[in-house]
């Protein structure tokens, strides 16, 4: 039962900062630029007794995943207006894919093995 609360509070948010971004561009970008996301996750590893390293670890493991994926922001708007929309999907899962393998090659060095 836990699990189905904690889908339903989570797909919530989702639904909710969508209709926000339908109803205002910037207000829509500033709340999914917000790690709710991860906040809720954290806030759920806590709720579940996780042990601070683990909820640790995830804090850092999240920061190396947004590293790889802010080239995405900057691709996407030029190609979903020349090319259309599943064009600008395909290159960003292209770049992202690209730039998380160079965050691991650059991140193992440190211990941190992100693929």
């Given at each position: 039962m836990f699990i189905f609360v904690k889908i339903l509070i989570t797909a919530l948010i989702i639904v909710i900062v969508t209709e926000i971004a339908k109803f205002n561009d910037r207000i829509g970008g500033l709340i999914a630029a917000l790690p709710i996301t991860t906040f809720i996750i954290l806030f759920w590893l806590h709720y579940e007794n996780n042990?601070?390293?683990?909820?640790?670890?995830?804090?850092?493991?999240?920061?190396?995943?947004?590293?790889?994926?802010?080239?995405?922001?900057?691709?996407?708007?030029?190609?979903?207006?020349?090319f259309g929309f599943y064009w600008s999907i395909f290159f960003s899962v292209l770049?992202?894919?690209?730039?998380?393998?160079?965050?691991?090659?650059?991140?193992?060095?440190?211990?941190?093995?992100?693929?």
């Amino acid at each position: 039962m836990f699990i189905f609360v904690k889908i339903l509070i989570t797909a919530l948010i989702i639904v909710i900062v969508t209709e926000i971004a339908k109803f205002n561009d910037r207000i829509g970008g500033l709340i999914a630029a917000l790690p709710i996301t991860t906040f809720i996750i954290l806030f759920w590893l806590h709720y579940e007794n996780n042990s601070v390293e683990k909820i640790s670890n995830h804090a850092s493991y999240t920061l190396l995943y947004v590293l790889p994926t802010l080239p995405m922001f900057l691709v996407f708007p030029y190609v979903i207006n020349k090319f259309g929309f599943y064009w600008s999907i395909f290159f960003s899962v292209l770049i992202t894919a690209f730039f998380i393998v160079l965050v691991h090659f650059f991140t193992k060095k440190y211990g941190y093995k992100i693929l």
